[in-house]
């Protein structure tokens, strides 16, 4: 069974950074294209950033572009968010997804529709 779990979120203050971890089991995950995604209260869940397999290639949200990095260990079958410059609107929870089929890309929007496989995911709270 797939199964996706994220770490590292938590409490922090205006400008912290923090570090995100998916882990899977039971599969490669540098088979698939993985996405990070949040949803804030009251809001729809959007894309934050995305990276293909096997080549890498990355894609972000506008406004976390120059603050956030996505990345993957294959030898841990982990991939991560490294969140700097955190900031209140940054305040969500966070959710790792594999898309629904391996190799497919992310595209330039990557839709959560795209996405069959879920974490339970980590809150972020960024708050002074």
């Known amino acids: 069974q797939v199964q996706l779990v994220e770490s590292g979120g938590g409490l922090v203050q205006p400008g912290a950074s923090l570090k995100l971890s998916c882990a899977a089991s039971?599969?490669?995950?540098?088979?698939?294209?993985v996405g990070w995604f949040r949803q804030a209260p009251g809001k729809e869940r959007e894309g934050v950033a995305c990276?293909?397999?096997?080549?890498?290639?990355?894609y972000y949200k506008a406004s976390v572009k120059s603050r956030f990095t996505i990345s993957r260990d294959n030898a841990k079958n982990t991939v991560y968010l490294v969140m700097n410059s955190l900031k209140p609107e940054d305040t969500a929870v966070y959710s790792c997804?594999?898309?629904?089929?391996?190799?497919?890309?992310?595209?330039?929007?990557?839709?959560?529709?795209?996405?069959?496989?879920w974490g339970q995911g980590t809150q972020v709270t960024v708050s002074s």
């Open positions: 990276i293909n397999s096997r080549n890498g290639n990355t």
């Open positions: 997804a594999t898309h629904r089929f391996p190799l497919r890309s992310c595209g330039s929007t990557w839709p959560s529709r795209d996405f069959g496989s």
């Open positions: 039971e599969f490669t995950l540098d088979d698939y294209a």
